[in-house]
């Protein structure tokens, strides 16, 4: 929807040359994305939506999948807000990424395979995050003899 409003005092038009007009803006719309609105007038887009409006939407869909499953949001490259950030090196993330998050999920995991009724009686069954915490990354979890 467009909406044309006059601006210049001396420019007039009757009923019929403003009928003219909006049935040749709306024509030329169709045709292209362009039109020529004439002197004296102004042609206003209504409900045009700003783009950062699904940037925002995006970030706070990030957000929301991170409050759910426990995950730093800065892991997710999402933030409440740009005044929020704070300096972090990768490897001060999986430290953050073990403590709050990784915790949550491998610990009741090892708790459950170390019952009787999984392992056999007095062997546990344990995540090696070690690797995790480690200045120089590998690029998977590298394997190890026992």
Not at 51 to 56: G, M, Q, S
Not at 82 to 111: C, H, I, K
Request: glycine fraction near 6%.
């Amino acid at each position: 929807m467009v909406k044309i409003t006059q601006t210049e005092a001396n420019t007039d038009l009757t009923e019929d040359e403003v009928d003219d007009m909006v049935l040749d803006f709306d024509t030329a719309r169709q045709d292209s994305a362009t039109a020529f609105v004439p002197y004296g007038y102004d042609a206003e887009a209504m409900g045009v939506v700003a783009p950062d409006l699904y940037i925002e939407g995006r970030n706070a869909d990030r957000l929301d999948w991170a409050n759910n499953i426990g995950l730093p949001a800065a892991l997710l490259e999402g933030s409440m807000a740009t005044a929020t950030l704070t300096y972090s090196t990768q490897e001060g993330r999986r430290n953050e990424f073990v403590d709050y998050s990784l915790a949550a999920w491998a610990l009741p995991m090892e708790d459950r395979l170390s019952q009787d009724d999984v392992t056999p009686p007095g062997h546990y069954i344990r995540f090696d995050l070690q690797w995790l915490l480690s200045t120089t990354q590998h690029g998977t979890n590298p394997g190890t003899e026992d």
